[in-house]
């Protein structure tokens, strides 16, 4: 494996952020998986990779920063993904991976991002001028995709009460109007008009951070627009869960029908 780290791809109001970038050995023009790290939106890192065993497969993997709850509010973190996509994609002839050959995945927070970076291809205010962001794949680990609907209170006034994170992430009160609204824009489904690429959800029914219904909305709502969409419930997981055998599998599988055919 190969390792290009802290690839700075952008740098705003004193923030520098960067992209750590890992290369399959002997895979001339590999695809991509762009991956997008969880954590609220308020804490985490790049570091947090969850992706690494497809470079065994052949697959180049890039994990990206973005601007976190505190840094920034709603939208600069899909504005961010978005850039960091552009950057790879102009820079894949450098590294050696190939641009048009791109997933991107992410879990929880960082599944909220990814499902937004499929549904929101050509969003003219998130996106530079001319830009590419379309992308081939998409893979959501139990993201939020109905941001204020949906989403019940699962702890009242504490610290960890989605409301709470969610008021933070959009820059204003969920229950206000101007939160509703902001939540509205910041839902995946706000955006699916039946020209999505395919997309993969896995989600734990036992989930007690982001609830499993939430990735139902998300399938629900690419099927009934005529998008390929596959979930695969995983049983009496919680948020986040060990990956078996099959589940692996399915990932792999995923990825190789939407990347190699």
């Keep these: 494996m190969k390792e290009y780290k802290d690839i700075v791809f952008k740098q705003i109001n004193g923030i520098t952020l960067c992209i750590d970038l890992y290369m399959p050995e002997n895979e001339p023009n590999p695809p991509l998986i762009l991956w997008i790290h969880g954590g609220a939106w308020l804490c985490g890192d790049r570091k947090w990779v969850h992706m690494l065993e497809q470079v065994e497969r052949g697959y180049a993997v890039a994990s ?28 894949a002839t450098k590294y050696g991976y190939d641009a048009g050959r791109i997933a991107v995945g992410g879990d929880s927070a960082g599944g909220h991002l990814a499902a937004l970076m499929g549904t929101s291809i050509g969003h003219a205010d998130w996106e530079p001028e001319g830009a590419d962001c379309t992308v081939q794949a998409v893979l959501d680990f139990y993201g939020p995709t109905s941001l204020g609907d949906g989403w019940e209170r699962l702890v009242d006034n504490g610290p960890s009460d989605p409301d709470a994170i969610q008021s933070r992430f959009l820059g204003a009160h969920i229950f206000s109007a101007q939160g509703r609204m902001r939540a509205a824009a910041a839902s995946p489904i706000t955006y699916i008009n039946g020209s999505e690429p395919p997309f993969l959800i896995i989600h734990g029914d036992k989930d007690d951070i982001v609830p499993y219904k939430q990735s139902l909305l998300l399938r629900n709502a690419l099927e009934a627009a005529g998008n390929s969409v596959s979930m695969l419930r995983v049983r009496e997981g919680g948020h986040g869960f060990e990956r078996s055998v099959a589940l692996q599998a399915t990932i792999d599988e995923f990825l190789d029908y939407c990347l190699r055919r």
């Design 64 to 91: 990206i920063d973005y601007r976190l709850t505190g840094q920034g509010v709603f939208p600069d973190h899909i504005v961010d993904c978005k850039d960091a996509l552009v950057f790879l994609k102009q820079n």
